[in-house]
């Protein structure tokens, strides 16, 4: 048992999906996996584990931002061993060519966060993903034709940003969408020699001012969801 996760010795699985929203978690592990029981609900941050296809696999939520994520990030890691992490969330569009439900793999992550400046100072660390899960996701992804895009992502510590031309100079270096957890991730990942990835499901669009209703988010999350199930 760690601060944050109530799970006892062997309760997590070497692989974790780690949505944002624990009732997205619950949503997961309620409709893709067998016999899923819930080990964590600790500040109602509801983690689970069941199996898929014969293999355990447990999926966690971390809440938004990186500060909440990296928490949980740590405690799987250090207490209970994990050694896939898998983020599965939302991001918004900062392309024309991004439309709603599309899924984009995240190679790099690129933040407005201060999060490594006080490891690398007077330097910057480039977060990058795993490449083994990578070409597995990609590979997954044109095996079952489920159309993707990979590439450089943004994960901002805003929300709500009082600049709302700010995304357009992201955009112009080729940063396909902004999320709030990946550069994380990937650092913890970086750090502790595990194995991380964000795959993201575009949920809706700062171009066009689009956006996912709650019904259309559920029915696209589940390609996001198989891919993950499948690369390890």
């Known amino acids: ?10 309760e997590i699985a070497d692989t974790v999906l780690l949505p944002g929203d624990p009732l997205r978690a619950k949503w997961i592990a309620q409709t893709f996996l067998e016999n899923p029981y819930c080990y964590n609900n600790i500040r109602g941050m509801l983690g689970y584990t069941g199996t898929y296809q014969g293999k355990l696999v447990s999926v966690q939520g971390s809440g938004m931002g990186i500060p909440s994520a990296m928490i949980y990030y740590h405690e799987l890691v250090n207490h209970y061993g994990a050694k896939n992490l898998i983020r599965v969330g939302t991001a918004g ?23 490594n400046n006080k490891i690398f100072r007077n330097s910057y660390y480039a977060p990058t ?3 083994n899960l990578l ?14 895009k990979a590439g450089n ?3 901002s510590d805003i929300f709500y940003n009082d600049d709302e031309d700010e995304y357009k100079l992201w955009a112009k270096f080729g940063v396909l969408c902004v999320e709030m957890e990946a550069a994380g991730l990937y650092t913890l990942a970086a750090k502790h020699q595990v194995n991380a990835l964000a795959i993201l499901t575009i949920s809706d669009s700062l171009v066009t001012g689009a956006k996912s209703t709650t ?12 891919i993950a199930l499948n690369i390890t």
């Open 1 to 10: 048992m760690s601060l944050h996760i109530q799970a006892k010795e062997g």
């Open 93 to 115: 569009a900062l392309q024309k060519d991004l439309a709603l439900g599309d899924i984009v793999l995240a190679m790099a992550a690129s933040t407005n966060s201060g999060i």
């Open 129 to 131: 993903a795993n490449f």
């Open 135 to 148: 070409l597995k996701a990609a590979d997954y992804a044109k095996k079952m034709k489920i159309p993707i």
């Open 153 to 155: 992502v943004l994960s």
């Open 215 to 226: 019904i259309e988010r559920e029915s696209t999350f589940g390609n996001m969801i198989e």
